[in-house]
């Protein structure tokens, strides 16, 4: 999974540094999670995986797909990940981008799982400690997590509490 991460990075930093350039953020941010879902999809990575697809070909998918909301700059990242056979790391890409994004912001997104809901007190007590802790503002979600017996456990970046 590492490995994926680092393979990613250099798109991600190429994208956010773009995007911080010319202004464009949240705009990129909803195009990454755009791109990020069309690869998850069960059929979109049965034909990326597909050796006789071609790099023409998947951008040519992706143009079909994305139509007039796609920017030319989107179409330019799909094409040169696709000539390198990189399409499959865009769900990285995209969590990479939101990291870079979140520190640009002053703040962090924090993954917190649980057996059992929180109340909303409880999120709103963990919030605070943690904004306090890493002293940014932070966004909590919340996952489920039925393996764990009791407790929670919070995970920010690649921190595991």
């Avoid at 250099?10 to 010319?22: E, L, M």
């Avoid at 909301?69 to 990479?96: D, G, V």
Wanted: with cysteine.
């Amino acid at each position: 999974m590492a490995e994926l991460r680092t393979l990613a990075r250099p798109y991600a930093q190429a994208v956010f540094a773009h995007a911080r350039a010319t202004e464009t953020l949240a705009a990129w941010g909803e195009t990454l999670a755009w791109l990020a879902a069309v690869v998850q999809d069960a059929a979109m990575q049965r034909v990326l995986k597909d050796p006789r697809t071609t790099p023409e070909r998947a951008t040519e998918l992706f143009a079909c797909l994305g139509g007039e909301q796609l920017s030319p700059e989107a179409r330019n990242l799909i094409r040169l990940m696709a000539s390198n056979r990189r399409l499959l790391l865009l769900p990285q890409l995209t969590t990479l981008y939101a990291e870079l994004r979140a520190e640009q912001e002053n703040s962090l997104m924090v993954t917190l799982h649980s057996a059992f809901g929180l109340s909303a007190a409880q999120q709103a007590q963990i919030q605070a400690a943690l904004s306090k802790r890493y002293q940014r503002q932070v966004q909590v979600q919340e996952q489920s997590a039925p393996e764990l017996v009791g407790g929670f456990v919070v995970q920010a970046g690649d921190q595991v509490m």
